[in-house]
């Protein structure tokens, strides 16, 4: 089975650039949530959706951040303007609905220079 | 506010040797807990839940055991083996929302 797809894997930009993070979840799942991970804060939960509506995004650190969720099938997190600070890998992750567990992708790598 | 956190930031094992992975929370208005295994380059990967209303749970050569009173999870892995060398989160669920510990990196020595 296709777990959950993001691209790219590795992304690196020069500051003031706009990323753009891409997520495919895994097919039927209600839930999907993107995360940002780093040495000094762990795994931080960003934002997420249910049913393609963005539910909490009080994780989401600044403006510069935006998130969408078009269809079921695919979801983005923008960074516009970026920033080294911004340099972390971030994960994307689904899952059905009712009491199941979080499945993660692989992680987009970004690097800020 | 909300705190999960480990005691272990790294644990060496012997192949073959059991090992235990500790977590500490701090706040218990949670439906369940979660653990993860994150190898090098991938993502966290969902190995075992327990609910909050239970005190142990068991799966293929994994246990997890909650204790509330003194708000402490742990994640016994048995016969370990150099496969299980991976970075190892709790996870603490509210609602849709986890909250993941720091981790603790395991390393197994043949």
């Known amino acids: 089975d296709a777990g959950v797809i993001q691209s790219p894997r590795h992304e690196v930009t020069e500051m003031g650039q706009e990323v753009t993070l891409r997520c495919k979840p895994i097919?039927?799942?209600?839930?999907l949530f993107w995360y940002r991970q780093t040495m000094m804060r762990g795994l931080e939960l960003l934002i997420y959706f249910n049913n393609n509506v963005p539910i909490d995004d009080s994780g989401m650190p600044e403006d510069r951040f935006s998130a969408k969720m078009p269809n079921a099938s695919f979801s983005t997190l923008k960074i516009q303007p970026s920033e080294p600070r911004d340099s972390a890998v971030y994960f994307c992750a689904s899952r059905p609905g009712g009491d199941q567990p979080q499945h993660f992708g692989d992680g987009t790598r970004l690097s800020i220079l | 506010g909300e705190n999960v956190g480990l005691h272990l930031p790294t644990l060496s094992v012997q192949e073959g040797d059991n090992s235990i992975i500790n977590c500490a929370y701090s706040?218990?208005?949670?439906?369940?807990f979660i653990w993860y295994k994150q190898e090098s380059g991938k993502g966290p990967q969902f190995i075992i839940d327990?609910?909050?209303?239970?005190d142990k749970r068991q799966g293929q050569r994994v246990t997890v055991l909650l204790n509330k009173t003194v708000k402490h999870l742990s994640l016994q892995i048995a016969a370990t083996q150099p496969g299980d060398s991976a970075v190892y989160f709790c996870?603490?669920?509210?609602?849709?929302?986890?909250?993941f510990g720091g981790g603790t990196r395991v390393l197994v020595k043949p």
């Open positions: 327990i609910r909050s209303n239970m």
């Open positions: 706040n218990s208005a949670s439906d369940y």
């Open positions: 097919s039927g799942h209600d839930y």
């Open positions: 996870a603490k669920a509210a609602g849709n929302k986890l909250t």
